[in-house]
């Protein structure tokens, strides 16, 4: 074996208790959150905030304006039935247009199916998806106050009596 190698599977055999002990650390954290998301305040708002965006052309004289890359976000939204913490990748050109093809089409799975460098990468951006779904919240709350009132104006017109 060359020194090299021998270096190498050492350097893996240090690194990768601490990295599979901060995946558990995220994922407990995640966990807690979504369950206090779906469970105590049972809020079903989506929500979503941009993570990053990966360059993803691999030809150098590509100029900026030409080059396709991976966007990435995280959300909570409905996945499999119910709302769950999200992430999002999509293939895109920086001007929005979204690369069709069956292998490279918008994919949301549940953070938990995550790969893990996306977990670890969206994990940090946690508390901003928390305030971006109490704003949708509050959105909500607001759009349903005012059609109550348009409701009871138009059922007070109409001469409706109210129970």
Not at 32 to 50: H, M, N, P, Q
Request: contains cysteine; hydrophobic residues 40%.
């Amino acid at each position: 074996m060359t020194t090299e190698l021998k270096h190498s599977i050492e350097a893996l055999r240090a690194i990768s208790p601490k990295l599979n002990k901060a995946t558990d650390q995220a994922a407990a954290l995640v966990q807690a959150v979504e369950k206090f998301l779906t469970e105590e305040c049972s809020i079903g708002v989506s929500a979503w905030v941009d993570v990053c965006w990966r360059d993803e052309t691999d030809d150098p004289t590509v100029t900026e304006d030409d080059r396709w890359g991976r966007q990435i976000w995280m959300g909570y939204d409905r996945c499999g039935g119910r709302f769950r913490i999200v992430v999002r990748s999509a293939l895109i050109h920086p001007d929005g247009q979204c690369l069709d093809g069956e292998d490279d089409e918008d994919k949301t799975v549940p953070w938990f199916e995550a790969p893990r460098d996306l977990k670890l990468e969206t994990f940090a951006k946690l508390p901003v998806l928390l305030g971006a779904i109490a704003e949708q919240a509050a959105k909500a709350v607001a759009a349903a106050e005012q059609s109550s009132e348009a409701v009871a104006q138009v059922i007070e017109a109409l001469g409706v009596k109210r129970k």
